[in-house]
Each structure stands twice: as C-alpha cells, then as structure tokens.
C-alpha cells in the first residue's frame, strides 16, 4: 500500500478537517464537535467553519452523528480515505523496535514458538487483539525424516520440515519391525525425498521409489509408505491455517465492547475462529492488507478492521496483523504489523 495517494473528491479544507475528526474520535472515542475539533486542532479556520465543513463531510458520507450528539464519528469510507490517502507514512519508535526484537528472539526456533509471540506482542504494543494464521503445511519443504518404533503395530514418523515446523505420524503396520530395517529405510526415504514438498512428495513417491533396491522386510514397510501417501503427506485440518490470538483482554476493555452483545460478538469470535480463519487466509497479497468495517465479506466483522501482512517462513507463509474496532490508531498499528512481519520473515529463515 503507498501513503501518497491523494483524497480525491475532497477540499484541502475538508480533508484537514476531517483528518481532525478521525485523530479526535480514535484518542477519545467521543464524537468530535466544531468546537472541540477548532480548540484542538490549529486549522486556522473558525468554528463556524468547520462546523459548515462537518455538515459537507456528512453529507458526503464521511461522517455521521451517533443518536442525537452534536459531534460527529467517521464512517468506514473516512476511514478508508484516511488509510489511503491522508495517513503519515507510518514509523515505529526506537523503543517499539527494540521490544519487538528482543521478545521475537528469544523464540527462534519453532515457527509456532514465533508466531505465538509475535501475537502477544502486537496485541501488547496496539491495545488491540493480536491475530496470526499459521502456514499451510502443503508446500513445507521436507528437510528430512525420522521412524521410530511406538507400539505394536504402530510406529512414528516425524518430519522435519524446513523453516522449523514439525508434523507428527502415527503410521500402522502389521508387525513390528527391526531398528535396523527402520534406520535403513529411513536413510532411503531423506534421499529420495528431502527437499521436496509435502504436495511434490504425495504426488511423485511412487515413482521416486520403485527402483530401489532393499531387502524383502525393508520393502514390506516401504509398500506401506507408497500405499497410505496421500495420508501421510497430506497435512491435517489443524495443519492448514491454525488461528494464534493474543489475549483479548485489552481490547474487551475498549468503549466499542462497554455492551454485553458486543462483548458477547466479541467472544464468540475469539473462541469460535473459524470466521477468522477465513478472513485471515484470504489476505495472501505481499504488504500491508487493511480491511474496515463492512469491507470485511463476512457480517460478523463488520464492526472491526484488520490490519495484516504477509510472513515468510523458508518455503512457507502466513498472516499475522491485528484486528480491533474501526475506531483504531492506524498509522501505529500499520507499521507494527509491518515490521513484525519482516522480522518474522528473517528469524523464520
């Protein structure tokens, strides 16, 4: 997204005017008035004025009075040109840098480990809700895997997968085999097979192992492999786009959830997050994706905006971002979700 793009269709006046308004109503969450907005902001035009110039906005559809107040509360489409147009280009404090950096590095290892952190600190530093979708696993490249015994008639695999992520098998046999039939098939299957990804792996294994030359036991265990691919291979529901939240506590605080029914809307999100899910893992352009309001497609959003970016983790990528209400610091929230993401991006490698 670029912050150059112009406010087309309003006057210089009504774009200072209603830049006013959204920075009031965010900071106080109380409708802004002529009067409050002329005492605050040094537009140098009068009251009058800008009550003239709030009247114009209305009727635009930028503005609307909430019941019977006489101030004024930005509509989505404010919002959206604000974004668009009439936001600075968004920075970050040094001190916001060196939290981000510190608390991402203690989890360098395991995606998940960052992902989780990554979320609690955006939610921390924005005061709203910190979301995060966690990778499909369909393109993991495979770095290598591992067969352990487990039970009778059952046995481990686990594979490691490149950018730190890990998926775990439980694969049925019919009889116990030797460690040594496992260790040698093991080292067949890293050959064969690591460096793909787990779609390549489903799709080519056959091929990619009928040449091989083992011993009778070893080849028994093999056919299972061949047989159950697409099983094996094929990441589970919990795999594709698990959602990561912050806590919710911070932003159950904020006016907009002061009822039981938005608060209750907001529960049922938090804990029902399939809505989010599909939200989350339909954002997939590189940069900044911010959605407002009735922008969202699914209804039970339409009174938040999330703000997401992309990640990349070695041959895998994600979502994360924050979700809140419309009425939301935006210029902060965007550059925190953008350079969270890059560090992602750098500590996943």
Known sequence: MTWEKSAEGLTKREQQVLEAVIHSYVETAEPAGSRTIAKRFNLGISAATIRN????????????????????????????????????????????????????????????????????????????????????????????????????????????????????????????????????????????????????????????????????????????????????????STDEGSVVLSSATMLAEQPEFSSNDKMRSLLELTERREVLRQALQARHEPGITVTIGGENLDPKLSSFTLVTSTYVAGSLSGVLGVMGPTRMPYQKVVALVGHTSRMMSELAQ
Request: glycine residues 6%.
């Open 53 to 236: 110039t709030m009247s114009d906005l209305e009727d635009k559809g930028y503005l609307f009075h909430p019941h019977t107040s006489a101030g004024r509360i930005p509509t989505d489409l404010a919002y959206r040109v604000y974004v668009d147009g009439l936001m600075m280009r968004p920075n970050l404090t040094d001190e916001e840098q060196h939290l981000l950096r510190r608390e991402l590095h203690e989890q360098r290892y395991a995606i998940e480990d960052i992902l989780q952190k990554a979320a609690q600190v955006l939610g921390v530093l924005t005061q709203e809700l910190g979301v995060a979708v966690a990778p499909s696993l369909d393109a993991a490249v495979l770095e290598r895997l591992e067969l352990m015994p487990a039970t009778d008639g059952r046995l481990l695999m686990v594979l490691l997968l490149r950018g730190g992520s890990a998926k775990t098998i439980f694969v049925e046999v019919k009889s116990a085999f030797p460690q040594q039939a496992l260790t040698s098939l093991t080292s067949v299957l890293n050959e064969r097979l690591g460096g793909l990804s787990l779609q390549e792996i489903r799709t080519s294994l056959r091929l990619r192992l009928r040449d091989i030359s083992i011993d009778p036991e070893e080849h028994e265990l093999l056919n299972i492999f061949v047989e159950e691919a697409d099983t094996i291979f094929q990441p589970s």
